[in-house]
């Protein structure tokens, strides 16, 4: 299957490394990337490197079947449109995005429209085929608590409008209470996953968002609790940061070549 990368960062290179070995059995024919550094780096990983695409119009012209999103939420604003209209399925790793009250409803009009698929990975956490399970039944709360050392937090909208010092923070501190789609709103590039957690569950509106800045942490972790008719759960993930980018954990951009994998694969577990 030919596919087309958007985003050539931390994820994106991941991703085209499992390409290039054949581990993912995809043919990259185009990388876009707003940096040209970023393309370039891609580009060298392959034999026969996918071409620098200049635009995501010539993406949406070209007769590719998937088109992998590891860019920004931004990027997904504007491109998910042109890409889902001609047919193609979307994997989307800035799955923000859909917090954003009526792009889940739009994005879906779409592909029903055209026949395309989008598929969104698990992130840094896991239980989400649970909570969706449990979401066939009534679910009465879920919620997901992150802690995370204050470096990985810093330039966030929410800590820059409300003017946080996170600097010589000498203990863990509760810097952000609300839903998912208002945790997606002040800090776009760290809990994307609440988002994820939201649309497997009860919506990203009903699902509750703690963000937790502790200096006594390395680690990004994030700790889902799910209570409704089925019960009760909670699942519980320490994540590296990636070397890298201290906002994305190493699990993420796993998970991103896991669904890859999957798509992939004619027989799909879980
Ligand atoms: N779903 C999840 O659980 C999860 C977890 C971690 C990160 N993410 C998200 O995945 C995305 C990629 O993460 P990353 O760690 O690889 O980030 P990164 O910063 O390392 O890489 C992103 C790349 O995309 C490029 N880019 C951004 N917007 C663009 C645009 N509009 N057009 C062209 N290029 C653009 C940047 O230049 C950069 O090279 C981010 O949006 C991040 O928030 C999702």
């Given amino acids: 299957m030919d596919a087309a990368l958007v985003g050539c960062g931390f994820i994106g290179s991941l991703i085209a490394k499992h390409i290039s070995t054949g581990e993912i059995p995809l043919r990259l024919r185009y990388a876009l990337d707003r940096n040209p550094e970023k393309v370039e780096r891609v580009q060298a990983l392959f034999d026969k490197p996918p071409a620098a695409a200049e635009s995501i119009d010539e993406i949406a012209e070209s007769d590719v079947k998937l ?7 931004e990027a997904v604003h504007s491109f998910a449109k042109p890409i889902l209209s001609t047919g193609k399925d979307m994997m989307i790793m800035s799955v ?8 889940y409803k739009t994005v879906e009009e779409i592909c029903l429209r055209s026949g395309a698929h989008v598929y969104l990975p698990s992130g840094a956490i896991g239980g989400l085929d649970a909570v969706s399970a449990a979401s066939v039944g009534r679910l009465e709360l879920v919620e997901m608590r992150t802690i995370k050392n204050p470096r990985s937090l810093e330039g966030a909208p929410y800590i820059e409008d409300n003017k ?6 000498k203990k863990a501190r509760e810097i952000f209470s609300g839903t998912a789609t208002e945790a997606i709103a002040g800090f776009p590039a760290n809990v994307n996953v609440a988002a994820t957690l939201g649309l497997a569950g009860i919506g990203v509106l009903e699902t509750r968002v703690k963000i937790i800045a502790d200096p006594g942490v390395e680690r990004n972790i994030h700790e889902i609790r799910a209570k409704g008719d089925f019960g009760e759960l909670t699942f519980r993930t ?25 798509i992939t694969s004619p027989i799909k577990i879980g």
């Fill in 67 to 73: 088109v992998i999103e590891a860019a920004s939420i």
């Fill in 96 to 103: 923000g995005a859909f917090a954003t009250p009526g792009v």
């Fill in 164 to 169: 946080i010092n996170l600097e010589g923070l």
């Fill in 238 to 262: 320490e994540n590296l940061p990636a070397p890298d980018n201290p906002r994305t954990s190493l699990l993420a951009a796993l998970s991103a070549v896991a669904m890859l994998k999957k």
